[in-house]
């Protein structure tokens, strides 16, 4: 079975510091893994994907993900945080089932001027 | 523009009446999705389809119904029978349904139950 923990549910940095949202998963097959970014009352908007190419994944907005098969770790970082970042974001497994996702239970970023 | 729109933005509902939310895409997609979002959490499946005429229960379908008679619409209806129908929902699509496939999610419409 696949699951997917955010191990953080609330993040807050400063303008301009790095930004680390971490992100665990199981799977018993190699995974499809997705971060989704959500704006208040917004729907949700794709920043990367990773699906067995390279394992650093670069995303919009200046966004990267690791996957590290051994930590079984799908962590997204950000060089530079900008008041823009704020908001909530999701990691997700693909169940490999009818194009299924299932998501974990969200980060809400906040950036601080 | 190609993209997923959701209607109404917000709807309210009195207790004990049926309503349906439109979901349409422009985007040639064949398969469709309805989440359900609650403070605090993830999403959780509702209803999905991968094909005109047929769709399957996801994790929460109980209380809820969809159609699926043109590629390009998947609406949700919510009855009286979901005991607690509040909250944010979402109609996602996706071209395939494979496991790399990119699901494309709609603004989506907030329901509250006066």
């Known amino acids: 079975a696949q699951s997917v923990t955010q191990l953080d549910s609330h993040v807050s940095v400063s303008e301009g510091t790095p930004v680390l949202l971490r ?9 499809s893994l997705f971060w989704y970014v959500q704006h208040p009352n917004k ?8 699906t067995s190419a390279a394992t650093l994944v670069k995303g919009i907005n200046g966004f990267e993900a690791e996957f590290k098969k051994s930590e079984t770790s799908f962590h997204l970082t950000k060089p530079s945080a900008h008041m823009s970042d704020a908001a909530e974001y999701f990691c997700v ?6 194009g299924k996702l299932i998501f974990g239970q969200g980060t809400e970023l906040s950036v601080k001027p | 523009d190609g993209g997923i ?3 109404p933005k917000y709807l309210f509902r009195k207790e004990g009446q049926n309503v349906t ?14 989440y359900r979002q ?3 959490q993830g999403l959780r499946l509702i209803y999905y389809s991968q094909i005109v005429n047929d769709f399957q229960k996801g994790d929460i379908a109980e209380g809820y119904s969809v159609s699926r008679e043109k ?7 919510v009855t009286s029978a979901q005991k607690n129908p509040t909250a944010f929902y979402l109609c996602a699509s996706m071209r395939g349904s494979t496991s790399t496939d990119t699901q ?3 603004p989506g419409t907030r329901l509250t139950v006066l």
């Open chain 2, 38 to 40: 609650d403070p605090g």
């Open chain 1, 43 to 50: 729907g949700l908007q794709l920043l990367l994907k990773y």
């Open chain 2, 104 to 106: 494309y999610f709609g």
């Open chain 2, 5 to 7: 729109t959701q209607s």
């Open chain 1, 93 to 98: 497994v693909s169940r490999n089932q009818g």
């Open chain 2, 71 to 77: 590629k390009e619409s998947f609406p949700l209806t």
């Open chain 1, 23 to 31: 992100c665990n998963y199981s799977s018993s097959y190699s995974p």
């Open chain 2, 21 to 34: 939310l439109s979901c349409e895409q422009n985007l040639n997609h064949d398969a469709m999705y309805w």
